[in-house]
């Protein structure tokens, strides 16, 4: 420890780095967080608050407000605990087993993450839609003369879309966490007497409830603030207060109650994040976290086999078969004879995806799927960085501040409109040099405040859970800072870097609106080629879409995989 | 604390990989600069929705004619993007903007967004068209939301095909029709404005109760209407009547996926059963290029780009000197009575309409 004062002394302004490095730490994601975050919010209330004045405020607000408000906490209530009862044993037997398949079955569950909900709408029309695959099954089999299942346009497809979308979430975070806990913490338990349902109520569960709470807590805000499929899927009957917000905003040119609306959205935020903090100030006893893959195993006995067995069989069933209903659709051909309205005689093709390198029209717009594959990943790799340092930055920042104000401040971006947000990016970053024209890292930018809550909140747990002890010990037997930060934390914290990484990553694959909204016509990612297909009637158009949706899949599924090597 | 400095260099480091995987442009594609050199050539920022579409040798024949570049920044659907440009006005983002249709005319035109521009072209446009008596808002093309129908589904059922709003309330066309939330779709509410039209201010909420009890099936937007409810489309959705456009049937003649003689569709085209959309485009207050920016207003009503249009976005062609191609002829029909409603009372009575129909419809 002399020897590092000593050699400090003699550079008075490395000393000066490291004595107020702890002050400029927590100010770079800040500032990012004002610039990005809270100026744009700022500048629409503002201006909502400034209309609400000089037009007054005609409208029964109570009304307007009280029952999407009801709605969207019940709708986000159920969702969330739907998504937990799939989630927490699928992220069970995908940390403790290892079995034939399992990577692929990890990469797969990944993927609705990313699809725009245009394209689930369709993939759930493919395979539940009155047409859809199960139906003419069962109309076959059980021969009806109406589909049996009538779930479009229901509370029961919302939540079940919530659960596909955001169950990755849990297998991903709480996974992670499983996969480091213990073992021989509860092994101890059971050679005490414990039962196994005991050791999962009072050692277990105790031991995840940080990376729980932090999955609920994301899941829930995602709900909270759905919009495509409340819209798309859930059809006219039900309004979230981001649906609310949409169409007060952009629709009605109502300013003053969309800015409202938004506001008790943000609030809500903040309430739910406090009362996280307070839930997760009960931090368990210490633990020394174990290395990945230390407890994993592949099945033993009848038992174990059937679990893992029917949970991947769960798995496949609920979050893959749309995809594969999706992929399936876009290689099959149904309307070849239909001019002659003669029987559908469905046949395999690889037209749409031949079509996707033909400019049919000579459109300006028209972008080969190579290149929107390219636009895609370059914003994803940006927005991976952009939110993995800021996110990295933050994490250290609360260790050493006090740190619930930060926290919840750090939630509010996922609790914002989107809608809100981008009409305060439209007011404040109109001039140059923060041109919405001249300006492709707006996108980014804005896909990583979004990924930013999901990374502090993934590595967040992880960092805490390393024991100074650990650090201390290193420093004592002669480590500098550096290699303490290089051998101990970058070690235990590799997985959830990781599952940041790959979070961060699909947000901006996937992200739709943030994007057609900043991104110039030039630059269209996956997404918005997809849409640019739907929004003109023909066969070909729908196919395309579907292929190009297929092609956004792989991009997603190929990355993901390579993230996933790269860890190991 | 040397693991801040560590987290610079992470920091730079993931900025420089960014920076370096920074979106590939098509080499076609216009690129903005911020000032332009007297001998370059001046860019013309165009704000338009997303649907908004042209060819490229069209666009590139305006860029070398002027000495131009065309930049396109789109946002959103028709009532998004005329929002953004209405919140934009104080310092604009564009100098043309293009895609306002007369359900949202008054707004534009009450917001002064728009400069006047008296293009000689206009003469070339029937009076019908020019709804801006002052030219801020120029008329570039038309077409009309119609309901079309599933043909294999009528001609299977050996049901006549309905050619009346009032026909559609029949019990023989029960949970046939599908339509768009006109509070989150335009082509919902110019509907909305068609049954308004037709039944008066006092008569439509009574129409849309017998079509809710009807069996109507309500979707918050045309995509989700045509490619996953109407059975017609490759969605094979369970509806065989749908909200949608007149030139729906051609489009589906030009994207087919293998050449086909006739349209899988049709339009319904009785009296009042579909309304007219017409788009305008303007100047935009503010901009620095005033002569520019009406040679491109010129150039969206000429002949040249007038016969690029159908094909591009399927609307028809506000100049009569256009000629319409093959597939509009021959697939597309126009209505001979569609319901008109004048702009300023659509402007003024929209909201309570959309809130009325909200409440009678969905709850």
Do not use: C, G
């Given at each position: 420890m002399r020897f590092i004062a000593a050699r400090d002394d003699r550079r008075p302004i490395g000393a000066f780095f490291t004595r107020y490095a702890g002050v400029w730490l927590w100010l770079l994601p800040l500032l990012f967080l004002g610039l990005f975050f809270f100026y744009p919010l700022g500048a629409v209330f503002h201006l909502a608050i400034n209309w609400a004045f000089t037009q007054g405020w005609s409208v029964d607000v109570w009304e307007q407000v009280a029952h999407p408000l009801l709605f969207t906490v019940w709708q986000a209530l159920l969702s969330t605990l739907l998504t937990l009862v799939l989630g927490l044993p699928a992220a069970y037997v995908l940390a403790r087993y290892t079995f034939p398949g399992k990577t692929v079955l990890q990469v797969l569950t990944t993927l609705p993450f990313i699809l725009p909900t245009i394209v689930v709408a369709v993939a759930f029309n493919a395979l539940l839609g009155p047409r859809g695959v199960i139906n003419v099954l069962l109309m076959q089999a059980f021969n009806l003369a109406n589909p049996p299942l009538q779930v479009m346009n229901t509370l029961g497809l919302i939540l079940l879309a919530h659960v596909f979308y955001n169950t990755t979430i849990v297998i991903r975070i709480v996974g992670s966490a499983w996969s480091q806990l213990d073992q021989r913490l509860e092994q101890a338990a059971r050679v005490l007497g414990a039962s196994s349902t005991k050791v999962a109520w009072e050692v277990t569960l105790p031991l995840l409830r940080p990376s729980i709470l932090a999955a609920s807590l994301l899941v829930f805000l995602f709900d909270f603030t759905s919009f495509g499929v409340i819209l798309l899927l859930g059809g006219p009957h039900f309004a979230t207060l981001e649906v609310e917000i949409y169409t007060q905003a952009l629709q009605m040119l109502n300013l003053p109650l969309a800015g409202l609306l938004s506001a008790i959205q943000l609030l809500c935020t903040l309430l739910l994040t406090v009362v996280y903090a307070r839930l997760g100030d009960k931090q368990p006893i210490p633990l020394i976290p174990r290395l990945q893959g230390e407890g994993t195993r592949p099945p033993r006995g009848w038992r174990q086999k059937l679990l893992v067995a029917g949970m991947a069989a769960v798995l496949l069933a609920l979050l893959v078969s749309p995809l594969a209903a999706l992929a399936l659709r876009s290689v099959t051909r149904l309307d070849a004879n239909r001019g002659e309205r003669g029987p559908v005689i469905p046949g395999l093709t690889l037209d749409y995806y031949r079509q996707l390198f033909i400019n049919q029209q000579d459109s300006i717009f028209y972008v080969p799927p190579v290149q929107a594959a390219r636009n895609s990943l370059a914003y994803a790799l940006a927005t991976t960085g952009l939110s993995l340092s800021m996110g990295f930055l933050a994490v250290y920042a609360m260790r050493t501040r006090s740190r619930r104000w930060m926290e919840a401040l750090f939630m509010l971006p996922l609790g914002a409109s989107a809608v809100t947000l981008g009409l305060g990016f439209i007011l404040v970053f109109n001039?140059?040099?923060?041109d919405v024209r001249s300006f492709p890292w707006l996108v980014p930018v804005a896909h990583s405040l979004v990924a930013l809550p999901f990374v502090v909140r993934t590595l967040q747990p992880v960092l805490l859970s390393i024991p100074g002890s650990l650090r201390q010990a290193a420093a004592v037997l002669g480590a500098s800072p550096w290699r303490v930060w290089l051998e101990v934390d970058l070690p235990v914290m590799l997985r959830a870097v990781l599952v940041s990484a790959i979070l961060s990553f699909t947000i901006s694959l996937g992200e739709f609106g943030a994007t057609s909204f900043?991104?110039?016509?030039?630059?269209?990612?996956l997404p918005i080629a997809i849409f640019r297909f739907l929004s003109l009637p023909g066969a070909l158009n729908y196919g395309q879409a579907l292929a190009m949706a297929t092609v956004l899949m792989a991009v997603c599924g190929i990355s993901i995989l390579i993230m996933d090597k790269m860890s190991v | 604390m040397r693991i801040s400095r560590l987290i610079t260099i992470f920091l730079a480091a993931a900025l420089l990989i960014g920076a370096c995987a920074a979106p590939a442009a098509p080499s076609v594609a216009p690129t903005q600069t911020a000032l332009p050199t007297p001998s370059g050539p001046v860019t013309l920022t165009v704000m338009t929705h997303d649907s908004f579409a042209a060819s490229k040798e069209v666009i590139a024949a305006f860029e070398q004619q002027n000495n131009a570049k065309l930049s396109f920044l789109k946002s959103g659907d028709a009532g998004a993007a005329l929002n953004r440009a209405i919140l934009s006005k104080d310092s604009p983002l564009a100098d043309v903007f293009y895609g306002v249709d007369n359900t949202f005319l008054s707004r534009a035109l009450d917001s002064d967004i728009y400069e006047p521009y008296a293009s000689p072209l206009l003469s070339s446009i029937p009076a019908e068209f020019k709804l801006d008596p002052q030219n801020r808002a120029l008329p570039v093309d038309f077409g009309d939301v119609c309901i079309n129908y599933d043909k294999a589904f009528f001609a299977q059922k050996n049901l006549p095909i309905p050619q009346t709003l009032e026909d559609l309330a029949k019990p023989e066309y029960h949970s046939m029709l599908v339509t768009e939330n006109p509070a989150t779709s335009s082509t919902g509410l110019v509907f909305l404005l068609a049954t308004i039209a037709h039944f008066g201010q006092n008569g439509y909420l009574d129409y849309w109760k017998t079509l809710r009890d009807n069996g109507l099936v309500v979707v918050d937007g045309w995509e989700a209407a045509y490619y996953t409810n109407f059975s017609g489309s490759s969605g094979k959705g369970a509806q065989p009547l749908v909200v949608s456009y007149n030139s729906s049937p051609a489009a589906e003649v030009v994207y087919a996926t293998t050449p086909i003689a006739e349209p899988p569709i049709g339009s319904i085209l009785g009296k009042d059963t579909c309304f007219r959309q017409i788009e305008f485009v303007g100047i935009l207050k503010g901009t620095q290029h005033l002569a520019l920016a009406e040679k491109f207003v010129d150039f969206m009503l000429g002949v040249k780009f007038q016969e690029d249009m159908p094909l591009q976005m399927f609307v028809y062609p506000t100049n009569t000197q256009a000629k319409l191609p093959d597939v509009f002829t021959k697939f597309a029909q126009l209505p001979a009575q569609p319901a008109i409603l004048d702009p300023a009372v659509i402007a003024k009575n929209r909201d309570a309409w959309i809130k009325a129909w909200s409440e009678v419809v969905l709850k």
């Open positions: 001039r140059p040099p923060l900043l991104a110039r016509p030039e630059y269209p990612t | -």
